[in-house]
């Protein structure tokens, strides 16, 4: 069991009212909900759902069109102590194919005014050891979420963003991905992770927010499994394809 | 300067170092810049009575490099936008003002390495190509006149091209822009409409080179200076409103 109160307690997120267009698609319609400090969050949606929009937004890259974001207490990453508290693991956050995995830790250790002593110890945490001198197009899908991840931890954050950790990864990278965010929220991080895979979701996150458009769900894995006889994924098929049939989605709050 | 500021400079100094665009574009720049100068003395029948201007000439064919640096410049930045890292570069930045200040110091810095390479190699391209016809190089003031002018240009082209850059974002639109109108756009602006030409970048750089023979509708010198900088200014601030008002 993870202590209730984690000696980091960081990282809190709260959405408000989030909506977001692009042209004729509402791409997020009132989104709100928070995370939990110090817990690992799942947030759960089908293609489409709106995930990658709503985290572009908590992220600062995309501004919502309606509501409110707010990380680390202010607005997304508008100060670059905030900034050097959140980590991100996201597909659309790419990196230049000709750098080489040393190189892009350097120009982010440098971004962030960090130590380049602490290269090394991210380099080791991820398990890069020995690719230091590969070029980002020549490694493997696994080996970019480990430079990824390697990038996203090089500042200590309190807020890890991790946006489908899991690709690309075999077996024993999906375990040792399981291992580190058990081993985040046990440091006291808060971690949001937006995966498709619910069986690994639901090995990892302490609570869920089920994503299509709106927040069709907010609150613990135990609700929501309790909710479908016991079953992560009847639940949450449940919600979705219930949010297919009806006008307004239900919307519980945790 | 504020410490998260010169982190951001100095990282995006180092993304200039890395990968291959700054030697390549560099050895390119220079390349082109010695195919004109040699033309020149080779053209030029008596050197050793052309004397000054000829040397003079000589220098003022490095501000060719400036393309090359303004080329660098966009690359720098829509290379950024193609792979996605533009992401990471506003994340750990204190602003995406502070993102379009980075890059444009860090590409006046790679402006400058541009004409300071273009002054040297000019000089050492006029010396080996005027021995070979027994003559030598003639400097005098306006030797070194004209390689501030090169200096100059060189060092805004660099935050030109990154300002370009945030306008446009797309890479291949960007380099392609630049190489059509850095090669054939501005010869027929210049040359059709020498009224309008005189005001664009282009014009401007005649103006402060001083270069009558090539555009004989420059203005002078000091204005030449000012609209330079005035239009990098311009081109600066709608890069800055741009990326700060559009999502990444």
Known sequence: ?254 | MPEVLRNQLSAELLKLRTGLALPALLLVALAFCALGQLGLVYAESDPASAGAELTANIVGLGASAALFATLLGALHVTGEFSSGSIGRTVLYAPGRSAVVGAKLLATTVSGLVFGVAAVVCSLAVGYAALAAKDSGLTVDGSTWTTAAAVLTICTLAGPWGAAIGFVVRNRLAAVLGLVVWGTLGQVLVLGQLPELGRFLPEGAQFALLGDASGFPDALAAPYGLLLLVGWTAAMSLAGTRLFTHRDV
């Open chain 1, 1 to 254: 069991m993870r202590p209730e109160h984690p000696p980091r307690a960081g990282g809190s997120v709260v959405f408000d009212g989030v909506s977001k267009r692009f042209g004729d698609h509402q791409a997020l319609d009132d989104v709100s909900f928070a995370l939990r400090p110090g817990k690992v969050t799942g947030l759960l949606g089908p293609n489409g759902a709106g995930k990658s929009t709503l985290l572009r937004i908590l992220l600062g890259l995309a501004r919502p069109d309606a509501g409110s974001a707010e990380v680390l207490g202010g607005e997304p990453l508008s100060a670059p102590e905030r900034a050097q508290r959140v980590g991100v693991v996201m597909d659309a956050i790419g990196f230049h194919p000709r750098v080489t995995v040393r190189r892009q830790l350097e120009i982010s250790a440098r971004s962030l005014g960090l130590p380049s002593s602490r290269i090394a110890e991210v380099i080791g945490q991820v398990g890069l050891d020995g690719a230091e001198r590969k070029r980002v197009k020549a490694c493997s899908t696994g080996m970019r979420q480990r430079l990824a991840l390697a990038v996203a931890l090089l500042p200590d954050p309190e807020l890890l963003i991790l946006d489908e950790p899991l690709n690309g990864l075999d077996p024993d990278g999906i375990r040792w991905m399981r291992r580190l965010v058990e081993r985040s929220a046990d440091e006291g991080r808060t971690v949001l992770i937006a995966s498709h895979m619910l069986s690994e979701v639901e090995q990892s996150v302490d609570d869920v927010v089920v994503l299509r458009r709106s927040v069709l769900f907010t609150g613990s894995l135990q609700e929501l499994v309790r909710r479908g006889g016991g079953r992560l994924e009847d639940a949450y098929f449940a919600l979705v394809e219930g949010a297919d049939a009806a006008p307004r989605p239900e919307v519980t709050r945790a």
